[in-house]
């Protein structure tokens, strides 16, 4: 991985803003749990203490499912989710890679994780990010 740089990132219309300190190659995590490839989203780990909300925290709507340990965060406006918190890791955001401004974040590895047999494989994803 690079040095920390500061990255930028919103939601579709642009009401929810944020940036975070992060190295500028990151591995990417590609999830098949119901939601995720409903979405296509593409996780970035970022701990929370790195990240902070320059616009439209407040415009955010929660979303839980299932045993609700994750709280998924969703635009009001465009219905977009830029990040959310992970249940795989309570202390950080995922961000949603294609919610990063291009040309500072470039993908490092493609981590490829199972989410429907969560309880199976979440011990493979925590070794891998």
Same mark, same amino acid.
């Given at each position: 991985m690079s040095n920390n740089t500061a990255h930028k990132g919103q939601c579709h219309c642009g009401a929810v803003r944020f940036t975070f300190t992060a190295p500028s190659v990151m591995?990417? %995590?590609?999830?098949d749990c119901s939601i995720c490839n409903m979405t296509g989203y593409q996780h970035v780990f970022i701990p929370q203490s790195d990240l902070s909300f320059t616009a439209g925290k407040d415009t955010l709507k929660l979303y839980t499912f299932g045993t609700g340990a994750a709280k998924h965060l969703f635009c009001m406006t465009c219905g977009i989710k830029p990040l959310y918190i992970p249940r795989s890791h309570p202390d #950080?955001?995922?961000?949603n890679l294609? #919610?990063? !401004?291009? $040309? %500072?974040? %470039?993908? $490092?590895? !493609?981590?490829?994780?199972s989410g429907k047999n969560w309880e199976e494989n979440i011990g493979g994803l925590k070794q891998e990010t």
């Open positions: 591995n990417v %995590t590609h999830c #950080c955001y995922s961000v294609r #919610c990063v !401004d291009n $040309g %500072t974040l %470039t993908p $490092g590895r !493609d981590i490829i994780f």
